[in-house]
C-alpha cells in the first residue's frame, strides 16, 4: 500500500511539473510572438483606415522605449539605417503625385539616415505632411523641415538639429579652442573640434538645401544656421508659436486617429506605470480616451 501511495505521489509531482513547464512555455510564446503580431495587426488597421479617409500613403516611424525581450529589458529606439531603408521603399512604391503623410515621434538619430529620409521627401511632387502627436527632436526635426505642412499636437515639440559629436555638441566643442589655447587642449579633443567644425558646416549646408523648398535662397540659409550653429541645448524645445516665428509652416489640427495610433505603441516599463487617469464619458463621435504611460524620454543623440 505504502509503495502504491509513493508510486501515485511521483506520477502526481510529474503531472504538476509538466504543467508548469507548458505554463511557462505559453506564456513565452505569447510575450515573444502572440502579443507583438497582434500589435502590429491592430497597428496596419488603424494606419489603413488612415490612408484611406486622407487617400494618401501613410508612413508612421514612431519611436518609443519598447520592451523586446523575453526579460522585459525596455530598449530605446531612435532614427537608423534600417529606418531610412523602409521608409524610402515606401516612397518609391508610392506613385509620384499621391500625397504622403508621414506620422513622426522620435528623439531623433544617426544623421546619415535622417538626412537620406529627409532628401527623398524634399523631391516628391505630391504634397508631404508630417504629424508630430508629441516631439520630433534633432534629426525627427531634419525631416520635418521638409514638409509641406507640419501638423502638430499644441502641446508637441521639434528641437534644434546642431550636430553631436561623440555625444558632445559640435558648437561647445569648438568653444574649447575659444577657451584654451592649443597646446592646453588633448590631441584627442583637437580632433573632435576638427570634426565638429567640418559637421556644422556640412548639416548647415543640407538644412539650407532642403529649406529652399520653401523659403528663398537668403531666409533659407538663415533659418539653417538658427538650427544649426548651437545657440541652444540640443534637447530645447521648439514649441508651435517658436516654429511659426521662424517661418516654419504649422497647423495644429491632429486628426484623433493619431492618438488612437499612439495608443497602440506602449510605453515599456518594468514596474507600473508612473501616470493613471480614468477615461471620462464622451459624445458619440468625440475623441476617445484612454489610460496612458507617460511618453519616451528623448535619449541623448548618439
Same mark, same amino acid.
Given at each position: 500500500m505504502d509503495e502504491e501511495r509513493r508510486s501515485w505521489r511521483r506520477g502526481l509531482w510529474r503531472l504538476v511539473k509538466a504543467l508548469g513547464w507548458l505554463v511557462a512555455l505559453m506564456l513565452i510564446v505569447q510575450q515573444a510572438w502572440w502579443a507583438p503580431f497582434r500589435a502590429e495587426v491592430a497597428r496596419t488597421r488603424v494606419i489603413d483606415r488612415f490612408q484611406q479617409d486622407r487617400k494618401s500613403r501613410v508612413i508612421a516611424m514612431i519611436h518609443r522605449q519598447d520592451t523586446q525581450s523575453l526579460f522585459g529589458v525596455p530598449v530605446s529606439q531612435s532614427i537608423t539605417i534600417e529606418d531610412s531603408e523602409a521608409i524610402l521603399r515606401a516612397i518609391r512604391l508610392t506613385p509620384p503625385e499621391q500625397p504622403l503623410d508621414l506620422i513622426l515621434h522620435t528623439p531623433g538619430g544617426l544623421v546619415l539616415a535622417a538626412e537620406q529620409i529627409a532628401k527623398a521627401l524634399v523631391e516628391r511632387k505630391g504634397k508631404v505632411t508630417v504629424f508630430v502627436p508629441h516631439y520630433a527632436m534633432s534629426g525627427g526635426t531634419l525631416i520635418a523641415l521638409t514638409a509641406d505642412e507640419v501638423v502638430m499636437d499644441p502641446n508637441a515639440v521639434l528641437g534644434p538639429v546642431d550636430p553631436q559629436i561623440g555625444g558632445l555638441p559640435a558648437a561647445s566643442i569648438l568653444k574649447v579652442l575659444e577657451l584654451k589655447r592649443p597646446a592646453q587642449i588633448s590631441d584627442e579633443m583637437l580632433v573632435l573640434a576638427d570634426m565638429a567644425a567640418k559637421a556644422r558646416l556640412q548639416?548647415?549646408?543640407?538644412v539650407a538645401?532642403?529649406? $529652399?523648398?520653401?523659403h528663398p535662397k537668403d531666409r533659407a540659409a538663415a $533659418?539653417?544656421?538658427?538650427?544649426t550653429e548651437g545657440r541652444w541645448t540640443h534637447d530645447f524645445p521648439i514649441t508651435i508659436e517658436a516654429a511659426r516665428q521662424l517661418g516654419i509652416p504649422v497647423s495644429v489640427n491632429v486628426p484623433p486617429i493619431i492618438y488612437e495610433l499612439m495608443d497602440l505603441y506602449p510605453q515599456g516599463s518594468a514596474g507600473r506605470p508612473s501616470v493613471l487617469y480614468v477615461p471620462t464619458r464622451r459624445d458619440r463621435g468625440s475623441p476617445r480616451e484612454s489610460t496612458g504611460s507617460p511618453p519616451a524620454r528623448a535619449p541623448e543623440e548618439k
Open positions: 548639416v548647415a549646408a543640407f538645401e532642403i529649406l $529652399l523648398k520653401h $533659418l539653417a544656421i538658427v538650427l
